[in-house]
Every structure is written in structure tokens, then in C-alpha cells.
């Protein structure tokens, strides 16, 4: 009669510690996917802005005009490292060149790449 009383018990609790068990497994998944999902921006729009004198791309990201990249690759390109407030540096890369320049202002972008 014990056995039966003891396996009555802990069929009715393991439903429920089942329950338990997988809501706590579901808050676990879910509450860090919600954390990251805010604390990440949505990314910049990437556009194409041509190439400079025939041998060098130019990629802006973060608002910044063609007309204002071209113009900060050119001056990058003749040697000054900080073109109308950007500040750049030479990114080494696995292309043909093996560099890039890479120019920033806040969350505006300017790459430069040889071609």
C-alpha cells in the first residue's frame, strides 16, 4: 500500500515539475535574445561611390555624400591622415593590394580600396 501511495505522489508532481522545468529552460533562451536584440543598431546602408583616379574604390557607410568620399579618398590618397574631420588609417587585408584606408567620423565610414 506504500508504494502505491508514494507512486500516485509523484505521478500528479512530475506533470508539473515538467512544467517547471521547461518554463525556466524557455525563460533562459529567451530573456538573453531579447537583451541582445535591444542593444544592437540596426546596420548602416552601404553604397558604392565609384572609383578614384582609375585604380581605387571608394565605399561610404553612415550618411556621408559620394561627392564628400571621393573627396576624403583623394586626400587620404595624397597623404593627409585626417581629411575634413575624418581620421583614417591603413587596415591591412587580404586583397590584391594588401591594404585598405578606412576613415571614420563618429558612425560615418569611408573605405578606400585598391584595386
Do not use: Y
Amino acid at each position: 500500500m506504500r508504494g502505491v501511495h508514494r507512486n500516485a505522489l509523484t505521478s500528479r508532481a512530475a506533470p508539473l515539475t515538467r512544467a517547471v522545468v521547461l518554463l525556466v529552460i524557455a525563460c533562459a533562451i529567451t530573456v538573453p535574445s531579447i537583451a541582445l536584440a535591444r542593444g544592437t543598431r540596426p546596420a548602416a546602408t552601404v553604397h558604392q561611390c565609384g572609383v578614384v583616379q582609375k585604380t581605387v574604390g571608394v565605399v561610404e557607410q553612415g550618411g556621408v555624400s559620394c561627392h564628400t568620399a571621393r573627396t576624403v579618398a583623394l586626400h587620404w590618397l595624397n597623404g593627409h591622415n585626417h581629411p575634413d574631420g575624418f581620421s583614417c588609417k591603413r587596415k591591412k587585408t587580404n586583397a590584391g593590394s594588401g591594404f585598405q584606408g578606412v576613415c571614420t567620423d563618429q558612425s560615418k565610414r569611408v573605405t578606400i580600396i585598391p584595386q
